[in-house]
């Protein structure tokens, strides 16, 4: 039996993987917890074999979550499950010992089939990501200016592009709003941007945020 771990802030999405799941002979959701705080707690407390993790949560997030786990607990097989298809998203999750990466437009099927292989032992990417990074090895960092940023700074990235203020971040990652600031100016000096506006038109330049076609 294969012990899985959810961990997604969104309770439609985890109860969604849950039903999917509990369909499937050999899985079994032991747990649900909707912040990287929590599933640090639970798997200190809880055998657990694979984890999907959303990257995009309140308090620590996703990544730094993957990162602390798997420092006090090297055998648990993670799986980032997130709307973020374009590097340098897959190749930081990679490089920091995640078992694998799928984004979630990804069917049951394949989630399934993800489960089994990262716990078999092997990792785990769809096609297309595995194609990015492979082509993103010939490319040098300049072609791609969000891949000087930490872990924390392109999650900060992501929430500024989206709209939200540095209070609302803030409070959403339980920082202040003075560590936000900084954060986020160093992000300025790295990118070459001045504002938040110039900051959204270079991450839709190079592919960072989805935008919609009318």
Known sequence: MINVLLVDDHELVRTGI?????????????????TGEEAIKF?????????????DMPGMGGLEATKKI?????????IVLTVHSEDPFPTKVMQMGASGYLTKGAG?????????????????????IAQQMALSQF???E????????????????????GEKVPD??????????????????????????????LTHLAIR???????KL
């Open 108 to 128: 049951p099927d394949e989630m399934v089939n993800a489960i089994r292989s990262v716990n078999s032992g092997q990792r785990y990417l769809t096609s297309e």
């Open 206 to 212: 190079h592919g960072m945020l989805k935008t919609e």
């Open 43 to 55: 798997c200190r407390q809880t055998d657990v074999d694979v984890i999907l993790m959303d990257m």
């Open 18 to 34: 849950s039903k999917i799941l509990s369909d499937v002979k050999g899985l079994k959701v032991i747990g649900e917890c909707n």
């Open 70 to 78: 798997l420092r006090f607990a090297p055998d648990i097989k993670i």
């Open 143 to 162: 072609e791609n200016p969000f891949n000087a940023l930490s872990d924390r700074e392109l999650q900060i990235m992501l929430m500024i592009t989206r």
């Open 169 to 198: 971040i803030s409070e959403h990652l339980i920082l202040s709003t003075k560590t936000i600031n900084s954060y986020r100016y160093r992000m300025f000096e790295k990118l070459g941007v001045s504002n938040d506006v110039e």
């Open 139 to 141: 490319k040098t960092v």
